[in-house]
């Protein structure tokens, strides 16, 4: 049985989408349809039909209900709608949402049984917890590495490179991980920098065959704030190293230095 095959039920004898819940005004049903159709996989054709089918008459029925706020929606319905005609659920951050189903919920009575709110909340504040120590932990890295003040031309990208990586990982025990790709992150757009906006040509070829050969010996043929740069990289990327032998017994070097020389060629190729 393919996921798509949950929808027969949905469809007429014509192939088509039933409009018993047009009728019926089944708000909930066409919009639990919607986002199951975001689900599909590439040629499950009716997970096609059906996104535009549901999305179609969910339009209908906001623009109705946008003006008056009547019908067959209450207010929490028209918001949940909006909101998933903006972006399916899915696409979003998991506790982003959580946040935005906590405010919707809080001041509504019997909707919600009130333990389970409480336990929300809880949660949410735990996790929240979690991400201001990591950041904190990050910004005293950043400050110590020093790098925006040395480096005055490069992006100070912290805050985004740590949104950017709560995004990706979320739970809270992964905390070693988010601040490792927060560093790497901000690490690859001062590198980017470096070759997009300040280095020479001939610098940035001496800094790349340093990267290449991963040899901080080199350092001395190269200018000051190219040094500080190369050993904020060579840094970083041994600490992640020992960490990881330390932790899991696996020696990652080789391929954090593999990765660090494909994109340093990439910069210095786009430069030329």
Same mark, same amino acid.
């Given at each position: 049985?393919?996921?798509?095959?949950?929808?027969?039920?949905?469809? *007429?004898? *014509?192939?088509?989408?039933?409009?018993?819940?047009?009728?019926?005004?089944?708000?909930?049903?066409?919009?639990?349809?919607?986002?199951?159709?975001?689900?599909?996989?590439?040629?499950?054709?009716?997970? *096609?039909?059906?996104?535009?089918?549901?999305?179609?008459? #969910?339009?209908?029925?906001?623009? @109705? @209900?946008?003006? =008056?706020?009547?019908?067959?929606?209450?207010?929490?319905?028209?918001?949940?709608?909006?909101? =998933?005609?903006? #972006?399916?659920?899915?696409?979003?951050?998991?506790?982003?949402?959580?946040?935005?189903?906590?405010?919707?919920?809080?001041?509504?009575?019997?909707?919600?049984?009130?333990? /389970?709110?409480?336990?929300?909340?809880?949660?949410?504040?735990?996790? %929240?917890?979690?991400? %201001?120590?990591?950041?904190?932990?990050?910004?005293?890295?950043?400050?110590?590495?020093?790098?925006?003040?040395?480096?005055?031309?490069?992006?100070?990208?912290?805050?985004?490179?740590? %949104?950017?990586?709560?995004? /990706?990982?979320?739970?809270?025990?992964?905390?070693?991980?988010?601040?490792?790709?927060?560093?790497?992150?901000?690490?690859?757009?001062?590198?980017?920098?470096?070759?997009?906006?300040?280095?020479?040509?001939?610098?940035?070829?001496?800094?790349? =065959?340093?990267?290449?050969?991963?040899?901080?010996?080199? /350092? *001395?043929?190269?200018?000051?704030?190219?040094?500080?740069?190369?050993?904020?990289?060579?840094?970083? =990327?041994?600490?992640?190293?020992?960490?990881?032998?330390? %932790?899991?017994?696996?020696?990652? #070097?080789?391929?954090?230095?593999?990765?660090?020389?494909?994109?340093?060629?990439?910069?210095?190729?786009?430069?030329?």
């Amino acid at each position: 049985m393919e996921a798509a095959d949950v929808f027969d039920g949905f469809i *007429d004898e *014509d192939g088509k989408f039933k409009e018993e819940m047009i009728i019926s005004g089944d708000v909930r049903g066409l919009l639990n349809l919607y986002e199951a159709s975001y689900l599909g996989f590439p040629g499950e054709s009716v997970m *096609d039909e059906a996104r535009s089918f549901a999305r179609s008459h #969910l339009l209908k029925i906001y623009n @109705t @209900t946008d003006q =008056a706020m009547a019908g067959s929606l209450c207010s929490l319905q028209a918001k949940q709608l909006a909101r =998933a005609l903006e #972006l399916p659920s899915h696409w979003r951050i998991r506790r982003s949402e959580a946040r935005w189903h906590i405010e919707q919920y809080k001041d509504i009575e019997g909707i919600v049984d009130p333990s /389970l709110l409480e336990l929300a909340v809880l949660d949410f504040n735990m996790v %929240q917890l979690v991400y %201001q120590t990591d950041l904190k932990e990050l910004n005293r890295w950043w400050k110590e590495l020093g790098l925006p003040e040395k480096l005055e031309f490069a992006r100070d990208r912290l805050n985004e490179s740590f %949104q950017w990586a709560v995004s /990706l990982i979320q739970e809270p025990q992964f905390s070693y991980c988010r601040k490792i790709m927060s560093k790497l992150v901000c690490l690859v757009n001062v590198v980017d920098d470096v070759y997009d906006v300040y280095g020479s040509m001939d610098e940035l070829q001496r800094f790349t =065959a340093a990267i290449l050969r991963w040899n901080a010996e080199e /350092l *001395d043929e190269l200018p000051e704030y190219m040094q500080i740069c190369f050993m904020a990289v060579y840094n970083t =990327a041994n600490e992640l190293a020992y960490y990881t032998i330390k %932790q899991k017994g696996f020696n990652c #070097l080789p391929y954090i230095k593999q990765a660090v020389r494909i994109c340093t060629i990439g910069f210095i190729n786009v430069g030329i």
